[in-house]
């Protein structure tokens, strides 16, 4: 590679893209673009981070019992950027909905504060905004402009130099353009104002109106734009523009001489409009008199005024977004001026006035709001602030997603087993369910939601399918009150060890935070070769025996709720059902479209018995009555609670109203009728359960001496399961023997459990 050719490839590629974001402008080409283009020069920082999530987009998702709409950039496959945000829609929702109140009332005059448990995902939410920010910032439709002072010794004997020629032909009468060689001072504006500002007050509206009213219709602004109309520029560029003005007799075009304009863009690293302030004691906020140790730098119109520039966190991050983290544990006297500049959105400086345009976002612990609350200057601060809960997730679908991202790299080299993730995820939401009490339901739900085990009410959170046991009556009624189960303890409060506070549910539980640790524990563990689901189990053995720690597991029981040693014995049961599945369908001793074809013969039998119609036997070529020996051999399995009459009936019912539903859609009979196919694959395999037994122990024998014994059939009968597991569910060698140990090792304990159960 020729480098000469390489540094002229980069330093045209820097060039063009410096050129076509057009970083440096003069005022007069602003002031063009503003009367052909308000609305993105007329936008406050709640409008901004608005027209952001708008920009970047939405897709339909689901929460707990209904729709929803996530934004995009909240996603992983969103240009890249990380951290990913699992779940939380409702959250997005309401950050949304808040972002919105304050566009249209032109200003952010609450801040919003996030609060939750520990590792809920409330400092991901922030982070996920401001990378979206940094983004949109350098799009097209998310220009950002200040403004810079520009002064020069050359002054008077200046010709068209730099890019002047180039870019200002129209107005040569600017220093926005000058060579570095030609700039003898420059000042910046800390507070990053807008050049709008720069056009006298008295004339401002009259341009600004102008422009909105003959621009075509989609560059006009969205929203309330009198930040704009009223606003002013900072003390220590007001100091700077009037001492020109009088320099210059009052020639408003020979100010504007030295004023560039600039494209800037939202960084979090570089402290440009995002600013992360952490817990501390210190006033956010200060300033500094310009240059007092460099006064010779200062241009001679500005040498007897005393310039102070502001300067912090809060200064940073103006025009774009402040987060406190962890708010509430800052010294309450330290945050008190934010109580004026979250109404005001101002903040009073030694020697000026700083007013802000910006987004305030906090998060704060639960523990520690419950604290202040009870602090008498609560309600002063309440009436500034949005309260937004961010609880722990509570379908374990989505808490997979987190895990998956990054149980890989806690597995360093080692296979991560199929349902690693899975379980880990079940085990966590358990911890954070809450039993329901019959006295906030009414009707079919009173007495059925009470009666929704930990797993049952988890998977009908995920799934939103109720139970099988439960009557038809009784499913639709779960099926309908989804929502009102959810959000049933949304005002609940409590105490527990001595602190009164909210316990909505996901108020509690085992943390994404620490089931991280809970797999990064697992993957050490050598005894397995895999990073495996029974490794999982062992480390949260482990954890377990250590309720000092973590307060989740000094909860007292509700019933069979936040008893988290009977959830790891029923998130085994689970395991075992589903491996036990994926082992049962690599052995494939039967096709699956013999379940179809059997429920069809059985559907077939009960629209007749329904109808009060014969069936045709193709057997005997005769029409006979429906067959009460299949009808019987199949519900005996489903353990009915209904008449049979009624449940007959249900099950017509159920297949019209999907019809309804989905016209002109192939009925998928398993997933309308997953009790119904569940009973008759369990049967079948129960039936051959020692045939099943005897296939599975040879599977053990794969790579031994013992396997050479076998028949040729029967080792090709192992070889063909072992290789559909591999291909179908990712099973290594090692992991897939660890697995069959597993199912033959629960399956012995659950009959010897089931034989103990009968004797007594």
Same mark, same amino acid.
Request: charged share 30%; glycine share 4%; net charge neutral.
């Given at each position: 590679?020729?480098?000469?050719?390489?540094?002229?490839?980069?330093?045209?590629?820097?060039?063009?893209?410096?050129?076509?974001?057009?970083?440096?402008?003069?005022?007069?080409?602003?002031?063009?673009?503003?009367?052909?283009?308000?609305?993105?020069?007329?936008?406050?920082?709640?409008?901004?981070?608005?027209?952001?999530?708008?920009?970047?987009?939405?897709?339909?998702?689901?929460?707990?019992?209904?729709?929803?709409?996530?934004?995009?950039?909240?996603?992983?496959?969103?240009?890249?950027?990380?951290?990913?945000?699992?779940?939380?829609?409702?959250?997005?929702?309401?950050?949304?909905?808040?972002?919105?109140?304050?566009?249209?009332?032109?200003?952010?005059?609450?801040?919003?504060?996030?609060?939750?448990?520990?590792?809920?995902?409330?400092?991901?939410?922030?982070?996920?905004?401001?990378?979206?920010?940094?983004?949109?910032?350098?799009? @097209? #439709? *998310? &220009?950002? /402009?200040?403004?810079?002072?520009?002064?020069?010794?050359?002054?008077?004997? +200046?010709?068209? $130099?730099?890019?002047?020629?180039?870019?200002?032909?129209?107005?040569?009468?600017?220093?926005?353009?000058?060579?570095?060689?030609?700039?003898?001072?420059?000042?910046?504006?800390?507070?990053?104002?807008?050049?709008?500002?720069?056009?006298?007050?008295?004339?401002?509206?009259?341009?600004?109106?102008?422009?909105?009213?003959?621009?075509?219709?989609?560059?006009?602004?969205?929203?309330?734009?009198?930040?704009?109309?009223?606003?002013?520029?900072?003390?220590?560029?007001?100091?700077?523009?009037?001492?020109?003005?009088?320099?210059?007799?009052?020639?408003?075009?020979?100010?504007?001489?030295?004023?560039?304009?600039?494209?800037?863009?939202?960084?979090?690293?570089?402290?440009?409009?995002?600013?992360?302030?952490?817990?501390?004691?210190?006033? @956010? #906020? *200060? &300033?500094? /008199?310009?240059?007092?140790?460099?006064?010779?730098?200062?241009?001679?119109? +500005?040498?007897? $005024?005393?310039?102070?520039?502001?300067?912090?966190?809060?200064?940073?991050?103006?025009?774009?977004?402040?987060?406190?983290?962890?708010?509430?544990?800052?010294?309450?006297?330290?945050?008190?001026?934010?109580?004026?500049?979250?109404?005001?959105?101002?903040?009073?400086?030694?020697?000026?006035?700083?007013?802000?345009?910006?987004?305030?976002?906090?998060?704060?612990?639960?523990?520690?709001?419950?604290?202040?609350?009870?602090?008498?200057?609560?309600?002063?601060?309440?009436?500034?602030?949005?309260?937004?809960?961010?609880?722990?997730?509570?379908?374990?679908?989505?808490?997979?997603?987190?895990?998956?991202?990054?149980?890989?790299?806690?597995?360093?080299?080692?296979?991560?087993?199929?349902?690693?993730?899975?379980?880990?995820?079940?085990?966590?939401?358990?911890?954070? /369910?809450?039993?329901?009490?019959?006295?906030?339901?009414?009707?079919?739900?009173?007495?059925?939601?009470?009666?929704?085990?930990?797993?049952?009410?988890?998977?009908?959170?995920?799934?939103?399918?109720?139970?099988?046991?439960?009557?038809?009556?009784?499913?639709?009624?779960?099926?309908?009150?989804?929502?009102?189960?959810?959000?049933?303890?949304?005002?609940?409060?409590?105490?527990?060890?001595?602190?009164?506070?909210?316990?909505?549910?996901?108020?509690?539980?085992?943390?994404?935070?620490?089931?991280?640790?809970?797999?990064?524990?697992?993957?050490?563990?050598?005894?397995?070769?895999?990073?495996?689901?029974?490794?999982?189990?062992?480390?949260?053995?482990?954890?377990?025996?250590?309720?000092?720690?973590?307060?989740?597991?000094?909860?007292?029981?509700?019933?069979?709720?936040?008893?988290?040693?009977?959830?790891?014995?029923?998130?085994?049961?689970?395991?075992?059902?589903?491996?036990?599945?994926?082992?049962?369908?690599?052995?494939?001793?039967?096709?699956?479209?013999?379940?179809?074809?059997?429920?069809?013969?059985?559907?077939?039998?009960?629209?007749?018995?329904?109808?009060?119609?014969?069936?045709?036997?193709?057997?005997?070529?005769?029409?006979?009555?429906?067959?009460?020996?299949?009808?019987?051999?199949?519900?005996?399995?489903?353990?009915?609670?209904?008449?049979?009459?009624?449940?007959?009936?249900?099950?017509?019912?159920?297949?019209?109203?999907?019809?309804?539903?989905?016209?002109?859609?192939?009925?998928?009979?398993?997933?309308?009728?997953?009790?119904?196919?569940?009973?008759?694959?369990?049967?079948?395999?129960?039936?051959?359960?020692?045939?099943?037994?005897?296939?599975?122990?040879?599977?053990?024998?794969?790579?031994?001496?013992?396997?050479?014994?076998?028949?040729?059939?029967?080792?090709?009968?192992?070889?063909?399961?072992?290789?559909?597991?591999?291909?179908?569910?990712?099973?290594?060698?090692?992991?897939?023997?660890?697995?069959?140990?597993?199912?033959?090792?629960?399956?012995?304990?659950?009959?010897?459990?089931?034989?103990?159960?009968?004797?007594?």
């Amino acid at each position: 590679m020729d480098l000469e050719s390489e540094l002229d490839r980069i330093q045209s590629s820097v060039r063009e893209g410096f050129e076509r974001a057009d970083r440096v402008r003069s005022f007069q080409l602003f002031l063009e673009d503003l009367k052909a283009n308000p609305g993105p020069h007329l936008r406050t920082a709640p409008q901004y981070l608005l027209d952001m999530l708008e920009h970047v987009g939405t897709r339909a998702s689901t929460r707990i019992g209904r729709q929803a709409v996530r934004f995009r950039i909240f996603d992983r496959d969103y240009a890249g950027i990380e951290p990913l945000l699992v779940g939380q829609e409702r959250v997005q929702e309401e950050i949304y909905k808040h972002l919105l109140a304050a566009a249209k009332r032109g200003k952010a005059d609450k801040m919003l504060l996030l609060h939750g448990p520990n590792g809920s995902g409330k400092t991901t939410l922030i982070e996920c905004l401001v990378k979206g920010l940094e983004h949109y910032s350098r799009t @097209d #439709a *998310g &220009v950002l /402009l200040r403004f810079n002072w520009i002064f020069t010794e050359r002054e008077g004997r +200046l010709d068209r $130099i730099g890019f002047e020629m180039l870019r200002d032909e129209a107005a040569p009468d600017t220093y926005a353009f000058l060579d570095l060689k030609d700039i003898s001072a420059k000042f910046h504006c800390e507070l990053r104002d807008s050049p709008v500002f720069l056009i006298p007050r008295e004339h401002r509206q009259r341009i600004i109106e102008e422009a909105v009213r003959t621009c075509v219709p989609e560059n006009r602004p969205r929203f309330p734009y009198d930040f704009y109309m009223e606003g002013d520029l900072c003390q220590k560029c007001r100091k700077i523009y009037d001492a020109l003005l009088l320099s210059y007799q009052g020639d408003w075009r020979k100010v504007l001489r030295h004023i560039q304009v600039e494209r800037f863009y939202i960084s979090k690293r570089y402290r440009v409009g995002a600013v992360s302030i952490e817990p501390q004691g210190n006033v @956010d #906020a *200060g &300033v500094r /008199l310009v240059n007092s140790e460099h006064s010779w730098t200062i241009p001679t119109v +500005l040498r007897n $005024i005393s310039l102070y520039e502001p300067q912090g966190d809060i200064v940073d991050a103006n025009r774009g977004i402040l987060e406190y983290s962890d708010f509430l544990k800052r010294p309450l006297e330290a945050s008190k001026y934010l109580l004026t500049t979250c109404e005001r959105g101002t903040v009073n400086l030694a020697s000026c006035m700083a007013y802000l345009d910006l987004v305030i976002m906090a998060t704060s612990n639960e523990k520690q709001l419950s604290l202040f609350k009870r602090s008498p200057d609560f309600s002063s601060f309440k009436g500034r602030m949005e309260l937004i809960p961010v609880p722990y997730l509570l379908r374990f679908s989505t808490e997979i997603e987190l895990y998956r991202k990054l149980i890989h790299s806690f597995a360093g080299d080692r296979h991560v087993t199929p349902h690693a993730s899975e379980v880990a995820a079940l085990w966590a939401v358990l911890t954070r /369910l809450r039993k329901p009490n019959p006295k906030n339901y009414t009707g079919t739900l009173a007495s059925v939601a009470p009666r929704l085990t930990p797993i049952e009410k988890a998977k009908l959170y995920d799934q939103g399918e109720p139970p099988s046991r439960f009557s038809d009556e009784e499913r639709k009624a779960l099926k309908a009150g989804i929502l009102k189960i959810r959000q049933e303890f949304e005002e609940d409060e409590g105490e527990f060890e001595g602190i009164f506070g909210a316990e909505y549910e996901g108020r509690r539980g085992a943390s994404a935070r620490e089931m991280m640790s809970i797999l990064a524990s697992a993957a050490q563990m050598r005894k397995h070769r895999c990073l495996t689901p029974m490794a999982i189990f062992d480390a949260l053995e482990e954890l377990m025996k250590d309720s000092s720690v973590y307060d989740f597991l000094r909860l007292p029981a509700e019933g069979a709720y936040r008893d988290v040693r009977k959830f790891l014995d029923d998130v085994r049961e689970e395991y075992f059902r589903w491996v036990t599945d994926e082992v049962y369908e690599s052995i494939n001793l039967i096709d699956e479209s013999e379940y179809d074809r059997f429920f069809l013969e059985y559907f077939r039998h009960v629209k007749a018995y329904h109808t009060k119609e014969k069936v045709y036997n193709q057997r005997t070529n005769t029409y006979d009555p429906p067959n009460e020996d299949l009808l019987g051999s199949v519900e005996r399995l489903l353990h009915l609670t209904d008449p049979r009459d009624l449940f007959r009936s249900h099950i017509i019912t159920r297949i019209a109203a999907w019809s309804l539903d989905h016209p002109q859609v192939k009925i998928d009979y398993q997933q309308l009728f997953p009790e119904i196919y569940n009973a008759l694959r369990e049967n079948f395999y129960r039936e051959r359960n020692r045939l099943l037994t005897l296939i599975e122990q040879d599977m053990l024998k794969y790579g031994t001496d013992e396997f050479k014994l076998l028949s040729p059939s029967e080792q090709t009968q192992v070889q063909q399961a072992l290789e559909s597991m591999r291909s179908q569910y990712n099973y290594c060698e090692n992991c897939a023997r660890d697995v069959i140990a597993y199912v033959l090792k629960y399956r012995t304990q659950v009959e010897e459990r089931a034989r103990r159960e009968g004797r007594s």
